[in-house]
């Protein structure tokens, strides 16, 4: 294969081979993030384990996708992304297995980590792989397919926990994922492209991973630990050691021709505003996600099942509106499509918010679809912003500060729904759903400030 024809993506059908190696990673990762906390009452009672030490269980594997995903970006660069992608399926793929097997609640917490590992190489790279799969011209249809996996694993891992609950035991939660990895690995071994115009003089600067992980898990901790009521002593000290060891980090980062942490790419006005953009509407979206169960089971009395159908409406509008916005994104600015997108879903959320004190389902249903609605017509624009601002070599920088903007909203999300049942007791739903309103009008005025900005070069 020439360079000419990678730069102007794969033809078909190898494209349908490659996306389908792309699609069946990231589900296996992003469902895994949250597919185990519905579990978690099971897991903690099988393996003889207090609720508080099963939380280690969720936290572990995203305490290690947060620390290693720029680190694992900033190598697909250097090495190529393919084989990182290779190599995490492998990873993630196995420690599945170890995760099924598990007998104890630090063996499996062990194995959550490095499943964590795993599902960071498969974040970090599987946007600029979409890059080099699509042609340029339609980089917004592979961006909306990679939107639409992650918005409909995200919110629909509670329904999948629950279905597969009910008819087998938590270990099936990691089986079912060896079957899958392997098929995904078979087509990333035939189809994915690799990136041939890699970084020259890149090398990877340990210490700068070091203080990367330092400072993310950091970041984590402190927020969990403000979440789970931990002593306010140890909450100072870590966010302390955040400000002194993020100082460094970032002076370092400056000081780089080839930073780990793309400062060079922030200083593009377009590529932060999206990041900024992206951070604010993930953590609107997990203060309704996460929040949402709450208020159908203990307010309205709905059971599983029926909280599961009603949250359902949210990741179908989102399946609809994603393919449309990477069309629309060929058209118009990114900036006007996620303004209206995020305007969409504010009115969701405080529609939401503004629920009668007996609402039908159908009441339910029209505001989840309109959340849903807005937030697939904004995801796919921004990402493909994200990823195409960025010179091609540095394709998998932007690519690791997309999955690092994502994760970090959403554990701040998170955060923010324990903070509101904590101040507000009952009404903790009402109060995150008007935080998400917020939150998403906030991101709709930083993606409309982005039309003054030029669209990003075709090129590349």
């Known amino acids: 294969m020439t360079p000419s024809s990678v730069s102007d993506g794969l033809p078909l059908p190898r494209r349908y081979g490659a996306i389908a190696a792309i699609a069946l990673g990231l589900t296996m990762a992003v469902l895994d993030g949250a597919i185990a906390n519905v579990a978690l009452p099971t897991i903690a009672r099988d393996l003889h384990a207090s609720p508080a030490a099963s939380i280690w269980i969720v936290n572990a594997y995203q305490l290690a996708i947060i620390v290693s995903l720029l680190s694992l970006s900033f190598l697909g660069d250097i090495l190529g992304y393919r084989r990182i992608y290779q190599a995490g399926l492998v990873m993630f793929t196995f420690t599945s297995l170890f995760c099924a097997l598990s007998d104890s609640l630090s063996m499996l917490t062990f194995a959550r980590v490095l499943q964590g590992f795993g599902g960071a190489a498969l974040m970090s790279v599987n946007t600029a792989l979409i890059r080099i799969i699509y042609p340029q011209r339609q980089l917004g249809r592979g961006m ?24 087998a035991s938590w270990k099936w939660l990691f089986f079912i994922n060896v079957p899958v990895g392997f098929i995904a690995f078979w087509l990333a071994l035939r189809f994915l492209p690799d990136n041939l115009q890699k970084a020259k003089g890149q090398r990877f600067d340990i210490p700068s991973a070091v203080m990367n992980a ?31 060891i993020g100082t460094l980090f970032i002076r370092r980062q400056l000081s780089m ?3 780990l942490l793309p400062v060079d790419l922030l200083r593009l006005p377009i590529f932060s505003l999206s990041i900024g953009t992206s951070v604010c509407s993930f953590t609107a979206q997990m203060l309704a996600m996460v929040s949402l169960p709450f208020y159908l089971q203990n307010v309205l009395g709905r059971d599983e099942v029926a909280t599961g159908l009603l949250l359902t409406p949210w990741p179908l509008a989102t399946m609809v509106f994603a393919p449309i916005a990477g069309r629309l994104i060929e058209r118009y600015h ?14 969701g959320l405080f529609a939401l918010a503004l629920l009668p004190t007996s609402p039908s389902d159908l009441n339910i249903i029209w505001r989840m679809m309109l959340c849903g609605a807005g937030f697939g017509l904004f995801q796919s624009p921004n990402n493909h912003t994200i990823i195409s601002s960025a010179p091609r070599q540095r394709s998998g920088g932007a690519s690791g500060m997309l999955g690092t903007a994502r994760l970090l909203g959403q554990t701040t999300g998170a955060a923010l729904v324990a903070m509101m049942f904590n101040l507000f007791g009952d009404s903790g739903t009402h109060a995150s759903l008007i935080a998400a309103g917020i939150f998403s009008s906030v991101a709709a005025a930083i993606s409309l400030t982005r039309m003054s900005q030029q669209r990003p070069d075709a090129a590349g």
């Open 144 to 167: 909306a397919i990679n939107s639409l996996i992650v918005a409909v694993s995200t919110a629909a891992g509670p329904t999948v926990a629950a279905a597969i609950l009910s008819v």
């Open 214 to 244: 330092l400072t993310f898990g950091l970041l984590l901790s402190a927020l969990s630990g403000m979440a789970q009521g931990s002593p306010l002593w140890l909450i100072v000290v870590q966010l302390l050691a955040l400000m002194i």
């Open 257 to 259: 021709e080839f930073p």
């Open 334 to 347: 990114a900036g006007l499509l996620g303004g209206i997108g995020l305007m969409m879903f504010a009115g």
